[in-house]
């Protein structure tokens, strides 16, 4: 039998939880509710059907939202839904946003990285805290994030957009574990991320023969840095995760990577590289393939990065190529060698494939032959007689 009454403040406070969930019925508002669930868990709930389908919005939790302001948070949403009126603001609940981002940390950084961490505390402390810290996070609403995100953006473009993908993340979560009323959305949502310019260079042909001659003549000079450059173009790994390669994770076909950006990863070998793999473990000691040279550890960041500069500059590549444009060079040459995007995707262990599209640069000649088969196909095509 469905359970109706009044729904007051102390009535919600009042409601023990039953061995399983319940709900009691407000009967001034049809469709407003009060829900228990076993574990003492309660929120306001409305639900109302779009276009004949049952749906749902959760309001905010008793202890944070009152009763009378539910309701007419119930009330806004059917406005809103049937298009008349204007729409009655959302009750301010929920934590400031500087405690739900103490609470956001803890239960999701368990899973993080160690470097994912330090950057969502770097942008928190740093930009978001100091300058929206002090609003709550049931009434923030998309206005305020859009001034905080074009202020910065001002500054800091880039810094603006990963400030945008932690605080949607957070309000995510935030509706999720009933800190934000449902009805109120995600307030990231809506606003466009500032454009970057495409980063990378595509290493082509006469590039990477260039560098061929002058990782030879280094050779002997920096054995370890020719190494790891020519395992990077052959894997398409990141430099970090050659760097601070260990032989425990060198398989006889492929590297499984336990510390990878996307999470553990393995990556498959081709002659080329397996056979570099075997000349070094010739002659190594401890257990990192790459080992720095004057230090316990790996390869340092520095030197890795100084060797790469300076090899540039002597095979006179362009001046603004990366390090990491070598993995964008694996990636180039792949497709250009007629493999598809996806299988290039797999190669670097990207999850999107609109990631890979970012990776690959196509030379000019490639472009001009794809460009001659689909006129040829066309002529051709002109040239059919029905």
């Not at 960041?301 to 590549?317: E, P």
Request: contains cysteine; aromatic residues 6%; hydrophobic residues 40%.
């Amino acid at each position: 039998m469905t359970e109706r009454a009044r729904l007051t403040d102390a009535l919600a406070l009042a409601a023990r939880p039953r061995e399983r969930e319940y709900a009691v019925h407000d009967t001034a508002l049809q469709g407003f509710m009060l829900r228990v669930q076993p574990n003492g868990a309660r929120s306001w709930v409305f639900r109302f059907r779009r276009d004949g389908t049952p749906c749902r919005v959760t309001l905010g939790k008793p202890d944070a939202v009152k009763a009378d302001q539910a309701r007419a948070a119930a009330l806004a949403f059917l406005a809103r839904e049937k298009g008349g009126g204007s729409p009655v603001p959302l009750p301010a609940s929920g934590p400031t946003l500087a405690k739900f981002a103490a609470e956001y940390v803890e239960r999701r950084s368990p899973s993080w990285k160690p470097s994912t961490v330090a950057a969502t505390m770097s942008y928190l402390n740093s930009a978001i805290l100091p300058a929206i810290g002090h609003l709550r996070v049931g009434s923030l609403v998309r206005a305020d994030i859009a001034r905080f995100f074009h202020e910065y953006g001002r500054r800091k473009p880039g810094g603006a957009n990963r400030s945008h993908e932690i605080l949607r993340n957070m309000f995510d979560c935030a509706i999720a574990w009933g800190h934000r009323p449902e009805a109120a959305g995600n307030p990231c949502k809506g606003i466009v991320r500032y454009r970057r310019p495409p980063r990378g260079r595509l290493l082509g042909a006469d590039d990477l023969a260039k560098l061929g001659a002058v990782l030879r003549q280094r050779e002997a000079e920096s054995p370890a840095c020719v190494a790891a450059v020519r395992l990077l173009l052959l894997t398409g790994c990141r430099p970090g995760e050659i760097r601070r390669l260990r032989w425990s994770e060198v398989k006889p076909d492929r590297l499984t990577l336990i510390d990878a950006k996307t999470g553990p990863r393995h990556v498959l070998l081709g002659d080329s590289a397996r056979e570099l793999l075997a000349s070094i473990a010739q002659t190594a000691s401890g257990e990192w393939v790459f080992p720095a040279s004057r230090r316990d550890g790996p390869l340092s960041r520095h030197d890795l990065h100084y060797f790469w500069i300076t090899s540039r500059n002597r095979a006179g590549i362009v001046a603004d190529a990366r390090l990491h444009d070598l993995r964008h060079a694996h990636a180039s040459h792949a497709v250009m060698n007629g493999e598809s995007l996806h299988v290039a995707g797999r190669l670097l262990g990207h999850r999107r494939a609109s990631t890979t599209n970012r990776y690959v640069h196509l030379d000019d000649a490639t472009l001009s032959q794809a460009a001659e088969r689909v006129a040829l196909a066309i002529e051709h095509r002109l040239r059919c007689k029905d």
